[in-house]
């Protein structure tokens, strides 16, 4: 028998090329060079890490500052109703019941143009605090001003006092005015051609105070509280040495009361 020569399982490698001579290419080495310049590194992605987590942070602070806004108005609308439930609260009521003019006279014109009234009215005042349960108005001082057709009266100054519910006050106030006022043309043609009316001449008295609300053991702080009546119609007096007056109509009079919230210089 002859013996069998068998080829190998692997083929030899062709060899390397020399001098550009073909062949498979060989692989380049790159050498390190210390003079080369390195790319500078900037880190781009934490930037954008750090902005995304300022804008997350400043998000979820408004976002919590928001929900606990909600959280204390529904607070507060929920007290506001069972308060309102508990006292059904309401605001008190005035009405001007009598006016009698004392005194009213205008004079002539002086040579400068300026003429002076002269007036005195008697009032009688209702004030009543209508709420059934123990809601009590306390009242400062009161001020009362008079205009007589757009031109001023008078003014005068009631003592304070406290106003238990379901009970009726009866103020009475002597408003006179300024005979050291003067008035100019335009008010004294106004004010003659509202005398001559035989319906009489409009009145409207104006009541400023402050006032504080008493529940209990509870107390508010004072706030400012406007009263304007108007429909009030006013006649000279007949008599001039009467010291009764003659009576005014007040039926037509209606009281409208306003609150007077002051907030730094400004009052609404």
Known sequence: MTDRVYPSAKPN?????????GGAPTKTTQLYDPN??????????????????CRKCCCLTFLYTLITLLILILLAAIGACIFYVLY?????????????TGRFNLTQPDPSGFAHLT????????AKNPNNKKITFVYNP??????TAGVDSGNATLTGFTHAAGNTTVLRATVASDAAKDLDSDSVSELRSELGKKKG???????????EVQMGKIKTKKVGVRVTCQGIKGFPPKNATSKVGTLGTTSSNKCKVDLRIKIWKFTF
Do not use: L
Request: net charge positive.
């Open 13 to 21: 490698p062709p060899p390397a090329a020399v001098n550009g001579g």
């Open 36 to 53: 080369r310049p390195r790319p500078v590194y900037r880190q781009q992605q934490n930037r954008r890490t750090r902005s995304c987590s």
């Open 88 to 100: 059904h609260p309401k605001h008190p009521t005035f009405a001007v019941t009598s006016v009698r």
């Open 201 to 211: 001449f409009p009145v409207t008295v104006v009541v400023n105070t402050m006032v």
């Open 142 to 147: 009161m001020v009362i001003s008079v205009t």
């Open 119 to 126: 007036s005195r009215f008697d009032f009688t005042i209702t």
